[in-house]
């Protein structure tokens, strides 16, 4: 039996090891620093360091690195050991506050959208002490923002953190119309992460799973999800040994992993952790996925994050919970027992109503990726129209105010389960509706059309950007009031932009297709695909917002817009180019030796007079289905050629997105059906019934 509270956080240098290792006045102005983001000085930042160091080496590191997460979605590193050569040969380990403070990897092989040449190509690596260093494989972690010679960002945690000062700012002045004056306001963030677990021997027999993390090939399975029995069914006990494995290195990261459970595709499970402030979520998420994929190396197994590694089942996707909580613990987003007298929970609430129908469209882009275009509604993941559901208590108080009528409370029902040893429970203020993109659970919001393998750090830079502006101009207003009229006013401003901004409210079926219309005629948005949401990222509102907000510059703006788009095209190129390979080397030739096994067999029946109409009709399938594929990969590179030839990214990306998926998803139909009456032994890849149903 392992002592979880002795393991947890065993990796990490928190701030039990720091009150433990620092000299008092250290400890207090590193403190300082986490807390009111103050920079360091140097003297402390020498003693944090080799405190760090020496704590480090006990725990068997011999290399540091600066963590960072550049543009390319994944976290990078650069290890350096801590060897300092002296006198006479011999080395001592050696790491300095400067050291620890900034590292100046090479920046010119990450993507920054032309912000840097590759001539210019410096760039800082500067020391997050909001989050905490840890120890993993041997090597000091130090998590750390990325950013150019010049000052711009060339990673996510960057803006991540400026949202965060802007949303805090924000809600300081809003709150201190409430009389309240907290430090500090921070969003929190409990992101739950689902994966596929397959077995390692059948993964390295498919090249499309190995390049580009789905299989771009795969007849659907005689038995999916369709009898919805993997759904919080009972644990494989494979399955359950790499839990254990994963929960175990997770704890001793300091990562609060809570709940584990199977999802609904065959193979497929989640984790969630219990929630932290985002930064430290975002950190802690990048973390959980490295780790997911390393344990299951050690179980014989590959774990998939890919958004859709398996058609024709659910793919994976990424609840991001959010909510915004001041230094003291109140958390904002509660309505608390008495809601109708609740006016600063309805003001914050009124502030993500109207944020999020400003910027439907940042928060679409948000979670835009060649990958999650697959599950955005496809009826697994909500459609790409973003609304919110807000459930019915509190639609109704919104509704009833905008109406100017008397509100009274509804009182929670009481649920009975009908069995006498089961306590009673009371009806939350919301009940659940799965299918919405952004929905209100009781005390925050769940956003739900992340992507599994997606960065959330994106996602929650735009919804702390949207709320934090409109905090700023309900400040703005609300601060006028005289004392007296504070409640009249801000029950004015309620009312006034409930009305404005209801039509983003829909607490109905978001998968069906009335909503599709009923979004149309209420003017929302549906951004389709990836290169169309992307395309509005630039909107001067959004340029302005992101300026206004001290988050992005103008031209950081364009260069995230940029490097989206040209790694949309290059996942797309890559997955056509697989696909061809596949098919010209191993499908068709798998395919064309099954025609001439049943042309002989034909030719040797019809000898002998016997009755061939089967095998010939076989025969006529099989040698249509071939040339078609074959015409399809023609095709293919056609539209690979057109998108070469469009000049700019955005016309790059359309066509990607236009012609090239297109006509890959008709190659795939052929070789599917192909794969459907081809003997098992001469197709090349594991079928979707080995990878799926046998762990
Ligand atoms: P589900 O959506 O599957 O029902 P839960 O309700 O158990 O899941 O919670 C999902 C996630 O929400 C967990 O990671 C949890 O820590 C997180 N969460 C709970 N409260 C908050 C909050 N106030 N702010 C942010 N995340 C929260
Ligand atoms: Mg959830």
Not at 133 to 144: E, G, M, N
Not at 411 to 424: A, F, I, M, Y
Not at 577 to 606: C, H, R, W, Y
């Amino acid at each position: 039996m392992i002592d979880v509270s002795e393991l947890f956080g065993s990796m990490v240098f928190n701030e039990r090891v720091m009150r433990e290792r620092l000299a008092k006045d250290v400890f207090k102005a590193l403190q300082k620093t986490i807390r009111t983001g103050k920079p360091i000085s140097s003297d402390v930042a020498d003693e944090v360091a080799t405190a760090m160091k020496d704590w480090a080496i006990e725990k068997g590191a011999t290399h540091y690195t600066h963590w960072f997460q550049p543009m390319t979605g994944v976290t990078a590193e650069k290890h350096d050991s801590f060897i300092q050569p002296v006198d006479g040969g011999a080395v001592i380990m050696k790491f300095s506050g400067k050291q620890l403070i900034k590292g100046e990897p090479d920046a010119s092989s990450f993507p920054s959208g032309g912000l840097r040449s590759t001539f210019e190509a410096r760039g800082y690596t500067a020391w997050d002490p909001t989050s905490y260093a840890f120890v993993k494989d041997s090597v000091l972690y130090i998590p750390t923002a990325f950013i150019s010679y010049s000052g711009q960002v060339l990673d996510k945690k960057t803006p991540l953190l400026r949202s965060m000062d802007a949303l805090s700012k924000a809600a300081k002045r809003v709150l201190k119309l409430f009389g309240k004056t907290p430090d500090s306001v921070t969003p929190s963030v409990g992101p739950e992460q689902e994966y596929f677990l397959i077995p390692r021997e059948l993964y390295k027999k498919r090249p499309d799973l190995i390049i580009t993390g789905r299989t771009l090939f795969g007849a659907k399975p005689p038995k999916g999800q369709e009898l919805d029995d993997h759904y919080f069914g009972s644990i494989k006990t494979r399955v359950l040994r790499y839990m254990e494995d994963l929960d175990t290195e997770l704890w001793k990261l300091g990562v609060n992993a809570k709940t584990r459970h199977n999802e609904v595709a065959p193979a497929q499970h989640e984790l969630a952790p219990i929630y932290s402030t985002v930064n430290i979520a975002t950190d802690h998420n990048q973390l959980t996925m490295a780790i997911m994929k390393q344990v299951a190396e050690k179980h014989d197994l590959v774990c998939l994050l890919h958004e859709k590694p398996f058609a024709g089942v659910n793919g994976s996707g990424k609840h991001n919970n959010w909510s915004i909580s001041t230094g003291d613990g109140e958390n904002l987003l509660e309505p608390g027992k008495d809601l109708k007298n609740n006016l600063q929970f309805m003001v914050f609430l009124t502030a993500v109503i109207k944020a999020v129908d400003e910027h439907q469209d940042l928060l679409r882009l948000s979670v835009a990726s060649a990958g999650n275009d697959h599950r955005l509604g496809a009826n697994e993941a909500p459609p790409a129209i973003i609304s919110m559901f807000l459930g019915d208590e509190i639609t109704d108080l919104l509704e009833t105010l905008a109406s100017g009528k008397e509100y009274s409370n509804r009182v929670g029902n009481r649920l009975s389960t009908g069995v006498q040893s089961v306590p009673e429970i009371y009806e939350d203020t919301t009940d659940r509706n799965r299918t919405s993109p952004f929905a209100f659970t009781g005390n925050k919001f769940e956003f739900r059309s992340l992507g599994s393998a997606l960065n959330i750090a994106c996602p929650n830079i735009m919804i702390n950007a949207a709320v934090a502006d409109v905090l700023n101009g309900f400040a703005d207003e609300l601060e006028k009031a005289k004392p007296a009229e504070f409640k009249a006013a801000a029950l004015a401003l309620i009312k006034r932009e409930y009305i404005a901004h209801k039509r983003i409210v829909f607490n109905g079926d978001n998968y069906s297709d009335a909503w599709v219309e009923e979004a149309k005629s209420r003017g929302l948005l549906n951004l389709k695909s990836t290169p169309e949401a992307l395309s509005y990222y630039d909107l001067p509102k959004n340029v302005e917002l992101f300026d206004r907000l001290k988050i992005y510059t103008d031209e950081e703006v364009h260069a995230r817009k940029d490097i989206l788009l040209e790694n949309y095209c290059k996942v797309i190129n890559i997955e056509a180019g697989t696909m061809s390979e596949l098919v010209l080397k191993q499908i068709l030739p798998a395919a064309v030796k099954f025609s001439t096994m049943l042309a002989d067999n034909i030719t040797k029946l019809t000898a002998l007079h016997a009755e061939a109409t089967m095998q010939t009709q076989m025969l006529t399938t099989v040698c249509e289905l071939i040339q078609n594929a074959y015409a399809a990969v023609q095709r293919l590179a056609d539209a690979q050629a057109a998108v070469k030839a469009a000049v700019g990214l955005q016309a790059e990306a359309d066509i990607s997105y236009a012609q090239v998926v297109a006509v890959m998803q008709e190659l795939r139909e052929y070789c599917d059906r192909l794969e459907t009456i081809t003997p098992k032994d001469l197709w090349p890849f594991p079928s979707y019934s080995d990878l799926l149903l046998y762990i």
